[in-house]
């Protein structure tokens, strides 16, 4: 049964487990093979018992947290800077025009950004001072839509997992955000038309403002949350907010699944907000025309505050 | 038998054997394997899953004969689940055996008829 052990555990570090996890269930299954030998059966028996550990690792993985995966820079991207780091805490700030940018978690204990593109670095600012992180993109001169694809930009930002980011200050124009695996105690995002993902994060303060651009939020606790959009949509999913969270759309639609919050403020214009098991415990409802439907399996108390709406319908099935 | 279906059931059992005794995981597994076809396979990763949900709850037993056991307790959580899932099986399988039985339950009988019949 030594063999069973090891393959479970080779099995269950393949499957990104996290540390903790793995030695619980070398542990529990140790505990079983020796309850199954003063049983007294063979060892035949036992094989038939224990069934096959990889099989085991794959459903036991099926349900578990995963180690973050670890980000592989694409092809294409150079690095540009990198800087070690001289403090636990790192403040940044990036203000972007047609940029796309992904922020993910460091493989090492240094930052480190890297671009690609035909655009020319040069004109762009990076810097870490005082503890602050800044990357610019160059001041423009014309309008954003004449820029042209031959100066296109896309950068990585790698941060170690170990700093606390204490504010996290990102505008962007039309680039995209690709937010992953990296907790934040306040981020404040403004983007116009650019689509914004933001994965597996823990935030305490957040404030986003999006114009045209598409939100995708997988994965994410925050303390407090106050997003306002126009008419880009949002898709919300495994999302707790544990204090408050105010979400504000003029004509985008809303979709909010497998997530809950204390208190909440939906309010619409002319977008749907649709909740699918979706459990605040306070929540106000207001819209003029759109429709707010929020359909749970469960049944749960949800203290409705106030609810109004001119035109729309406003659907609560619990 | 359909995998899901299967896991479904043995839940279930998993479930029934806690709201009667705390115990340990190879006392479960040793327990279902008597009446149904079960591995620690099956049980193992649904006695996981459910302690993760907050249905169970753990702690360490010394044991005489070795290695301290852990034990696992239902929670109220998990009792209300319990409930909930075994009125489903009661349903579904009352509706099940109420079709399937029809004709009778004699094996001999179902296949006198459907002899008469299909002739």
């Known amino acids: ?318 | 038998m359909n995998a899901q279906f299967k896991r479904g059931i043995i839940e279930l059992c998993v479930l029934s054997t806690l709201v009667e005794k705390d115990t340990y995981g190879y006392q479960i597994i040793s327990d279902l394997s008597q009446y149904i076809d079960v591995n620690e396979n099956t049980i193992y990763p649904i006695l996981r899953r459910l302690t993760n949900e907050g249905y169970f709850t753990t702690y360490l037993v010394e044991s005489n004969e070795g290695a301290p056991r852990k034990y696992y307790k239902m929670s109220e959580k998990g009792f209300t689940y319990y409930m909930q899932l075994r009125e489903e099986w009661d349903s579904f399988i009352g509706g099940v055996y109420h079709i399937i039985n029809q004709g009778g339950k004699k094996h001999e009988e179902i296949l006198r008829r459907f002899k008469e019949r299909i002739n």
């Open chain 1, 1 to 318: 049964m030594k063999k069973f052990l090891e393959d479970l555990k080779n099995e269950l570090t393949k499957q990104h487990m996290l540390e903790k996890d793995i030695n619980e269930i070398i542990a529990d299954h140790e505990e079983m093979i020796q309850n199954a030998m003063l049983e007294g059966l063979s060892e035949e028996e036992m094989k038939k018992r224990f069934g096959d550990p990889v099989n085991l690792a794959k459903e036991l993985a099926s349900f578990s947290t995963h180690e973050a995966e670890p980000f592989n820079i694409p092809e294409g991207y150079l690095a540009w800077k990198n800087f070690s780091t001289l403090s636990s805490e790192l403040k940044i700030k990036i203000s972007l025009v047609a940029e796309d940018i992904s922020v993910v978690h460091s493989q090492d204990e240094q930052i480190h950004v890297h671009y690609s593109g035909k655009g020319d670095i040069s004109k762009y600012t990076c810097t870490y001072e005082d503890n602050e992180l800044v990357i610019e993109a160059p001041k423009m001169s014309g309008f954003i839509f004449m820029k042209s694809k031959n100066d296109d930009i896309q950068l990585i930002l790698e941060i170690p997992k170990s700093l606390v980011i204490t504010n996290f200050q990102i505008n962007i124009v039309s680039g995209d955000l690709y937010y992953a695996n990296l907790n934040a105690n306040t981020l404040t995002l403004s983007t116009t038309s650019g689509d914004v993902t933001m994965l597996n994060a823990i935030i305490t303060t957040s404030k986003w403002n999006t114009v045209s651009g598409d939100l995708m939020i997988t994965d994410v606790k925050l303390e407090n949350l106050n997003s306002s959009q126009v008419s880009g949509d949002m898709h919300m999913k495994k999302v707790y907010v544990g204090k408050e969270m105010k979400l504000n759309t003029v004509s985008g639609d809303i979709r909010i699944e497998d997530s809950l919050c204390q208190d909440c403020a939906l309010h619409s214009v002319s977008g749907d907000i649709t909740g699918m098991e979706f459990y605040p415990s306070r929540v106000s409802l207001k819209s003029v025309s759109g429709d707010i439907t929020i359909k749970n399996k469960n049944h749960t108390d949800i203290e409705i505050v106030s609810k109004s709406t001119l035109t729309g319908d406003i659907h609560i099935q619990l």
